[in-house]
């Protein structure tokens, strides 16, 4: 496994895959690496023939300063984990090689997600993502990109910013990868006591009970119920919705195909967030 902390090093190792007729597969990451990174990876590896990860904590999509200062860093553990999984490459940037003082960042309008869900909760997150995948994009040049599932609104503006910008990359949607009692694996999960790592587990419950309850009830009737749930939990609730999983229009009265319940809540002072298909 190589790993590379300058684009021009990189770039000459790729260029050199290229020659070769080799194609790339890359999964950026912003490091605390987990079994579902490792999913994107061994996903990567069996589509592609060389495959990237990136590390690199983007402080541009963080809105909150002290969830920035806060989130995991542990690089060497990163790198075995990586090399144990067979990773052919990893790219850690420092801030000044992602963002030089002369870096312009592509403009995009991205519609009703910048106004639902993460984007009306998190204000200027999806610019940040958007400014640093392109950035990325642009250095890495891969044929495709692996993204979770467990981010669904982050893939679908991956996916409009590809399109828009007429990128010549294949978008490959992965998978949520879950602890054995359901968690969804997350980074932010390292940053759970023990009594959190337990509470937390309310959120695939609830996930898995608006899935039963669908059956019976309206969108509208089952957000209420689940929504006084929390109200009795240790959880504070940011959204519970339920939306077309294409369009990103909220449901009320009836359920589409494609409906996806999209939630967020705190633990403790962690952020978490998950999905589930209804």
């Known amino acids: 496994m190589r790993v590379f902390y300058k684009i021009a ?6 260029e050199e895959g290229k020659l070769e007729g080799k194609t790339i597969g890359f999964v950026p990451t912003m490091g605390a690496l987990h079994e579902g990174h490792i999913s994107l990876v061994s996903k990567s590896k069996s589509l592609t023939d060389l495959t990237v990860v990136s590390i690199f904590v983007n402080p541009t999509q963080f809105n909150n300063q002290e969830d920035f200062e806060k989130y995991p860093i542990k690089t060497e553990s990163d790198l075995k984990f990586l090399e144990e999984n067979s990773c052919d490459a990893v790219f850690i940037p420092a801030k000044e090689e992602i963002y030089a003082p002369d870096y312009i960042s592509p403009e995009i309008n991205i519609g009703i997600l910048e106004d639902v869900l993460e984007g009306k909760f998190r204000p200027g997150h999806f610019k940040g993502v958007i400014q640093v995948v392109y950035r ?21 503006v991956i996916k409009k910013m590809t399109d828009e910008f007429k990128l ?20 932010r999960n390292l940053r759970l006591n023990q009594v959190e790592r337990l509470e937390a587990l ?14 019976k009830y309206s969108p509208s009737e089952t957000k ?12 504070k609730l940011e959204y519970f919705e339920f939306i077309d ?3 990103f229009e909220k449901l009320s009265n009836s359920w589409e195909e494609n409906a996806v319940a999209c939630v967020v809540a705190y633990v403790g002072e962690v952020r978490l967030i998950d999905n589930m298909q209804i």
């Open 9 to 14: 090093d990189l770039e000459r190792f790729l």
């Open 136 to 156: 990325l994009f642009q250095i890495v040049k891969p044929n495709k990109a692996f993204f979770g599932l467990k981010d669904y609104q982050q893939l679908a």
């Open 168 to 187: 010549p990359i294949e978008i490959v949607p992965c998978t949520t990868i879950r602890e054995k009692d359901g968690l969804a694996m997350s980074s």
């Open 202 to 215: 309310f959120i695939y419950e609830t996930l898995i009970l608006a899935k039963n309850l669908a059956v």
């Open 224 to 235: 209420k119920i689940i929504e006084d749930l929390y109200e009795e939990s240790s959880l």
């Open 245 to 247: 999983g294409s369009s």
